[in-house]
């Protein structure tokens, strides 16, 4: 069974949390791009997706891979109503933090910096950890909400929807936040247990 796991003993592993762009390998072995079935394509949603590692290791099991990209791009991408992109990926990002995915807190602490501006407060939130003060209510409400689901989903309770609530969430903002913390409350542990994060060529030896 160990032969089925690659090991990389030579891996340039991050050794903090960052906005800069990180690679990710696969313990066990994706689908090669070019051995992708029509329907493991189409579960991809998004065909650049099929040059990343990740998701094709995913399209071992196409349903499941569909179900989630779809639920995915509805919780980050269908912005229509209820509240901001920014907010949305702060929840992803504070999930990620706290439960040490690396690699999925670079890539939406940079996707909340770059919807935000705020790149100071989103590397403050890397760097000293989900119990910082991010400078304004809504946004410590916001990361604070979505730790305690993430500690411990169901207790989750009256007092934390009260939280948001009081930052000046309505109803669809609350329902995004808990949808973006609750995805990756999920989605880290997958990644967690299926790879690591790389440092990209570009990047070592960078400040």
């Known amino acids: 069974m160990t032969d089925l796991v690659t090991d990389y003993p030579a ?24 051995a992708l079935s029509d329907l493991q394509r189409d579960a991809l949603i998004e065909p650049a997706r099929a040059a990343m590692p990740y998701f094709r290791l995913l399209a071992r099991d196409p349903a499941a891979l569909k179900a989630r990209t779809l639920t995915d791009l509805d919780i980050f991408a269908n912005t229509s109503s209820g509240i901001g992109r920014a907010e949305r990926e702060l929840a992803a990002a504070a999930t990620s933090r706290r439960n040490g ?36 209510e809504r946004w410590n409400a916001i990361v604070a909400v979505s730790v305690a689901l993430t500690d411990t989903p169901l207790g989750l309770d009256a007092d934390d929807i009260a939280r948001l ?43």
Do not use: K, Y
């Open 11 to 34: 891996l340039a592993r991050p050794d903090a949390f960052t906005q800069r762009g990180l690679g990710w390998v696969p313990w066990l072995a994706p689908v090669a791009e070019d």
């Open 101 to 136: 995915c690396v690699f999925c807190a670079s890539v939406h602490a940079a996707a909340a910096t770059r919807e935000s501006g705020r790149e100071d407060d989103v590397q403050r939130l890397l760097d000293e950890g989900t119990d910082t003060d991010l400078g304004d």
């Open 165 to 207: 609530r009081a930052a000046d969430l309505d109803d669809d903002d609350i329902v995004d936040v808990l949808g973006a913390a609750s995805f990756f409350h999920w989605a880290n542990r997958l990644m967690l247990s299926l790879g690591e994060p790389e440092v990209p060529t570009r990047l070592r030896g960078a400040s």
